[in-house]
């Protein structure tokens, strides 16, 4: 036998589905005024979990991106003072041509060794450049001058860093020098390095050997100077590295900002269209619900 519904199993079924419209447009209606998706965790167990994993990598990219901001500023320094070092051995290298030239004389060349000699303290204070109160060039060392001269002009130069050049994490398992360690040689077998060119040179013009100051002292310059050249080039690399890190890792942090976004933010377009499909449903079950419970004479018979 068919179930006829009264009138009354009806009405508490059409009040049942108002207070689900009612519920829903409640929900609906906090949500656009938050403009979020997730106000609690109850809200969507599923996406706060996505949304933990996805801050957390965020998190991450934004200390890379610090990390690789002030590594950068390192490596450019590191890279200035070095094309800054290559100039001024090039112009060592000229004086000492000069020497070589028709005329000069033991005068002449005492005054090539005076400039020569000012050209190294300006090389010397390029090689000692700091950041933050430590020398770029020292390795790990931490030391505030990674070259001295404890004889004064024209004498031996030492270098006071060690280690490997420092880095900087940049990337999950990448790690990037900012700069280089000893990049004139002071450490090299027999001290051999710049530094150690140019004052061979400074010593035979002060003594009138000019002919071994444009020759063998100028070879020994113009081979450190390729040397130079060679580590100026990689401190050359080591900035464009931390360029490319810098694109790659603004990257990663835009999309993981977005994907945070996605997860928490709300389609407004589209929770407003559905709020008001949702209102709609509501208005004509309240309208039918109101049509069901009006009274009629025949509950009076």
């Known amino acids: 036998m068919s179930m006829i519904p009264t009138q009354m199993s009806l009405s508490a079924a059409m009040t049942t589905s108002l207070d689900q419209y009612q519920t829903q447009l409640g929900s609906l209606e906090q949500t656009l005024t938050t403009g979020e998706n997730i106000s609690e965790p109850s809200d969507s167990p599923t996406g706060v979990a996505n949304l933990i994993n996805v801050n957390a990598s965020l998190s991450a990219y934004n200390q890379y991106q610090t990390n690789i901001s002030e590594g950068q500023t390192v490596a450019s320094l590191a890279n200035a003072s070095m094309t800054q070092a290559v100039s001024i051995v090039q112009q060592i290298s000229s004086v000492l041509v000069q ?6 004389t033991t005068a002449n060349a005492k005054g ?10 300006s090389l010397l204070g390029v090689a000692n450049t700091t950041y933050l109160g430590q020398a770029i060039f020292a390795g790990t060392s931490g030391a505030t001058t990674a070259y001295s001269q404890p004889g004064g002009e024209g004498t031996a130069v030492t ?3 060690k280690g490997a050049p420092p880095t900087v994490a940049a ?4 790690e990037l020098p900012t700069s280089l360690t000893d990049p004139f040689g002071a450490t090299t077998s027999g001290g051999q390095g710049i530094f150690a060119a140019i004052n061979s040179a400074i010593s035979d013009l002060n003594s009138g050997n000019i002919s071994a100051a444009a020759g063998s002292d100028l070879g ?4 450190q100077l390729g040397n130079l050249e060679n580590q100026a080039a990689q401190a050359g690399v080591n900035y464009d590295q931390f360029h490319v890190m810098s694109q790659q890792v603004t990257g990663a942090v835009t999309q993981a900002t977005n994907e945070v976004g996605a997860i928490q933010n709300i389609n ?8 008001q499909q949702e209102l709609n449903n509501y208005q004509v079950a309240l309208y039918a619900t109101s049509q069901l419970n009006q009274p009629t004479l025949a509950q009076y018979l």
């Open 220 to 223: 020994s310059v113009q081979t």
């Open 171 to 174: 990337a999950p398992g990448v």
């Open 159 to 161: 270098y006071r860093g």
């Open 99 to 104: 020497a070589g030239g028709p005329g000069v």
């Open 112 to 121: 090539l060794a005076s400039q020569i000699s000012g050209l190294e303290q």
């Open 268 to 275: 407004t377009a589209q929770l407003t269209t559905q709020y």
